[in-house]
């Protein structure tokens, strides 16, 4: 250990030189290393002379390197990301970091309103959050995120899937919109205006007519007052009046409900028998910080089930 100690040159020597190759360029290397070129100069031909090896070929106005340059070369830079390796485990060890991802909704809905909480309870957790439509498996399979909560996706080998919520979904809309307005049942229901959104990545209801389907209404037509993108906008066109949107119950601003800025104009739930499961590989269940994330996040979502459950008046889990 001690001879390899010795024959290693002076890593300032090694830093100048892992510049000016990557820069083919003495006057760069000095502005990054914070020295004279002259003195970026001195210190790769010291290195050279300590080598006794050249390590580039000079030109009157160009700089290369040679065959041992370029081998010296990557010898640093595979050096240095080890480095940056072992030094990111340090760090993650003293402050870990947990990734999850989920739909736009999920994430943005109840995925971040809680993540204040949890932070509160482990300062020293770093949480990153990946919002994005049509989730599988391929994000964990390729260590994109350590969770991933994912629709409708049962267990495979060498991973844990738990269920979070299942799929209920209800209509909503504001007070305001139903002054003047009779609405009895979901017959009454389906003659109002009707907020539409795209609901491509989930393979149950589609929209309004799925609904009304499964909740036994045929409707001979329906109204649509205005058609957005995504889960988002049509609770905000709700929330501002224009009609009635259909809501999934884990997804739902219980805090609108709550303080009667939303209600339901009908009793009707639709339970599609679909489920939102969390998934994790099960090599994650050897890192403390990672469980620590998975404890919470199931006791959220149990709690999270408690008020949408009274809110629609449906029986309690036992």
């Known amino acids: 250990m001690s001879i390899s100690r010795k024959r290693l040159p002076p890593l300032q020597n090694l830093e100048a030189f892992e510049s000016a190759a990557r820069h083919l360029s003495f006057t760069k290397a000095a502005e990054e290393v914070n020295l004279s070129q002259s003195a970026v100069s001195r210190q790769i031909k010291h290195l050279e002379a300590s080598m006794d090896v ?73 949480v ?40 209920v979904i209800f209509p909503a809309c504001t007070p305001e919109y139903l002054k003047g307005r009779s609405i009895g049942n979901i017959e009454d229901l389906s003659r109002e205006k009707l907020i539409d959104f795209e609901v491509k990545h989930l393979r149950t209801v589609k929209g309004w007519p ?24 049509a609770c905000r066109a709700a929330m501002a009046g224009q009609g009635v949107v259909l809501m999934w119950a884990y997804v739902a601003p219980l805090a609108e409900f ?30 403390p910080a990672h469980m620590v994330f998975k404890d919470w996040i199931l006791g959220y979502a149990q709690r999270t089930n408690e008020a949408t459950r009274n809110l629609l008046g449906l029986a309690s889990e036992s």
């Not at 109840?110 to 770093?126: V, Y």
């Not at 994109?144 to 979070?164: C, H, K, P």
Request: with cysteine.
């Open 128 to 167: 990153r959050v990946i919002a994005g439509d049509g989730e599988d498996y391929a994000a964990i399979q390729n260590n994109e995120t350590d969770f991933a909560i994912l629709y409708d996706q049962g267990q495979r080998g060498g991973y844990v899937s738990t269920g979070l919520f299942e799929e």
């Open 54 to 126: 050249q390590l580039f070929t000079r030109t009157h106005k160009t700089l290369s390197l040679t065959k041992a340059g370029r081998t010296l070369l990557g010898g640093i830079e595979r050096s240095l990301a080890e480095l940056r390796r072992t030094l990111d485990t340090i760090e993650n060890d003293r402050s870990p970091t947990v990734t999850i991802s989920a739909s736009m909704a999920i994430a943005s809905f109840w995925l971040l309103p809680g993540i204040a909480e949890f932070k509160d309870q482990h300062p020293d957790i770093r």
């Open 210 to 233: 799925d609904w009304f389907s499964r909740a036994g209404c045929e409707t001979g037509g329906i109204n649509y007052t205005i058609s957005v993108s995504n889960y988002d906008l």
């Open 258 to 287: 709550n303080s009667g800025t939303l209600l339901r104009p009908v009793a009707d739930v639709v339970n599609t028998g679909h489920v939102e499961h969390l998934v994790y590989a099960k090599a994650l269940e050897e890192s």
